[in-house]
């Protein structure tokens, strides 16, 4: 049975940091689609980064150059590293993966929820 189970929400200030992580069992990162979307209330679900196999990353434009998609293939985790965080990134953080070893279905995980305010 796949899971994926993320962690490291929490609150933080404007301008702080915090690392999300998606640790996957059930699973093997092996080839590779991840990915980390995040929904705010009243909003739709948007695409914030996602990696494939061999490394290749893409970012929504509001988090480039804030935000690192990385995985540990080891540990079949991935991880979100959110720097210079704004309000405006509050909102729970899902991670999604599609592997070959699962036969290519979405999974999802829980959510993990991200408040940033002073």
């Known amino acids: 049975q796949v899971q994926l189970v993320e962690s490291g929400g929490g609150l933080a200030q404007p301008g702080g940091s915090l690392r999300l992580s998606c640790a996957g069992s059930?699973?093997?990162?092996?080839?590779?689609?991840m990915a980390w979307y995040r929904q705010a209330p009243g909003k739709q679900r948007e695409l914030v980064a996602s990696?494939?196999?061999?490394?290749?990353?893409n970012y929504a434009d509001s988090v480039k150059g804030r935000f690192t998609i990385s995985t540990d293939n080891a540990k079949n985790t991935m991880y979100l590293q959110m720097n210079s965080l704004k309000p405006e990134d509050s909102a729970v953080y899902l991670c999604?993966?599609?592997?070959?070893?699962?036969?290519?279905?979405?999974?999802w995980g829980q959510g993990t929820q991200v408040t940033v305010s002073s």
């Open positions: 999604y993966a599609r592997t070959a070893t699962s036969g290519w279905r979405p999974y």
């Open positions: 990696i494939v196999t061999g490394g290749s990353t």
């Open positions: 059930g699973i093997t990162f092996s080839s590779y689609v």
